[in-house]
């Protein structure tokens, strides 16, 4: 907690990390970035607070991706207060696939590419 009792505000980039971690993990990039030396780096990052979580709480972390191209995607996340029954929290970063090797980007693997559909985020 921060100074007037809240959940500092750079732990819900900890919040976003997390989901973020788990999607990568079933679309099984860790073990692709071993294999191949090509993964995901997050560009850019972004949070909009719309209200303070303040312990003790329960909260969902969703998140979904937005804008596939190539060599990057868009990560969107919000927080849900299970105490507020309401978003607290809606962010994004700019995922880029990096070639580790040369550090310069690289397209998305298929694999991945294809994975990635199933967190398109669908209209109903």
């Not at 907690?1 to 990568?24: C, K, P, S």
């Not at 079933?26 to 979580?53: H, M, W």
């Not at 990560?75 to 849900?80: A, G, L, P, S």
Request: charged share 25%.
């Amino acid at each position: 907690m921060d100074a007037f009792q809240h959940i500092n505000n750079t732990v819900y980039f900890r919040y976003f990390e997390d989901v973020r971690v788990v999607m990568l993990e079933k679309l099984d990039v860790f073990n692709e970035v071993k294999s191949t030396q090509i993964g995901p780096v997050v560009a850019s990052t972004r949070c909009d607070y719309r209200a303070p979580l303040v312990y003790p709480d329960t909260i969902t972390t969703v998140t979904w991706v937005e804008d596939i191209q190539e060599k990057k995607y868009t990560m969107k996340y919000q927080i849900f207060s299970h105490q507020q029954a309401r978003c607290v929290a809606e962010g994004e970063a700019l995922i880029v696939y990096c070639d580790f090797k040369t550090g310069k980007s690289a397209p998305i693997p298929a694999h991945t590419l294809d994975g990635l559909q199933n967190y398109v985020k669908s209209d109903g």
